[in-house]
């Protein structure tokens, strides 16, 4: 029997949550032609599918529409385009369908996939074409100033470069690796706009003739993007006021080397009360299944940090997260 929970509903700013967003937990049956029914429309507004297998050590993909539908990317790691015709084989108007290639599909293995349609002060993916020249522009349509900006070479092997506000426009970090925030002129020490962001001549995100595609996520409800301090409790962490429940959080140690960017979501399970261990995690820079361990618990207004690891809440360090609405 198939195994699915579809997240999403609710409202914020204007924005429904259920058209933009969902995440959605499912058990493979291998079939050639499954198809997930999340209500998006990514077929004719376009957006991303990110799918993660939970109980084995493959790969992330990232697929686009942007893309010929086969075509993905890998997030946890440098390499250019993977082409699998059984992965996801098409956009529909109410979500995806994938074949039965076991990164998406495998019989009774689980997954879970974060789906994002484009659509104004939520999300947008733009495409360009390096000109090895600090000061480049590229135009965007995501109609307000991104909170967070990731950046991939689709014709060769590069880092997945990162701009978030926490962060500033004089540091970048990697969603690839578990390092941490650098400072570098990746931005050309230019903050993003409403309408466009600016590039440094650094070939990982401006190399000349390449091709790029940038992910930009936007900082007002129901997106939200900032950082916290650690302050190493372990049952009373930092306390983020987000203005609503979260159902999707994504948290890297922006100050501290050798930590993992990790990823929670409702439709697997948050950490259920303080002092249990119940939280599911995944990671976006790693191979690895899914481990269950101490969290963060949500609130009506945001999340309470429920650890006291170096990943999550070490004292005195910064946290940068992006955060997206529940119900």
Known sequence: MMQQMMLGHGAAAGIDVDDVFAATAYTGNASSSRSINNGLDLDGEGGIVWIKSRNLTNDHVLHSTSWYAPGALTPNKQGDFISHGSVLTAYNNNGWTMGNNGLVNGYNDTYVAWSFRKAS??????????????GRTVSHNLGTV???????????????????????????????TNGAAQTFSVWNNTTPTATEFTVGSLGAINGSGNNFTAFLFADEDPIKCGSYVGNSSLNNGPTVNLGFEPQWVLIKAADVTGQNWNIFDSSRGFTSSAGQTDGKILRANSQNSESTGRTIITTSTGFQVMDASNELNSGQDSYVYMAIAAP
């Not at 939520?122 to 600090?134: L, P």
């Open 146 to 176: 991104p909170g967070m900006i990731w950046v991939k070479q689709t014709n060769g092997s590069s880092d997945w470069i990162v701009y978030h506000k926490g962060l500033g426009n004089t540091k970048f970090i990697r969603l690839n």
């Open 121 to 134: 002060k939520f999300f947008d993916v733009v495409s360009y074409t390096g000109n090895g020249t600090a």
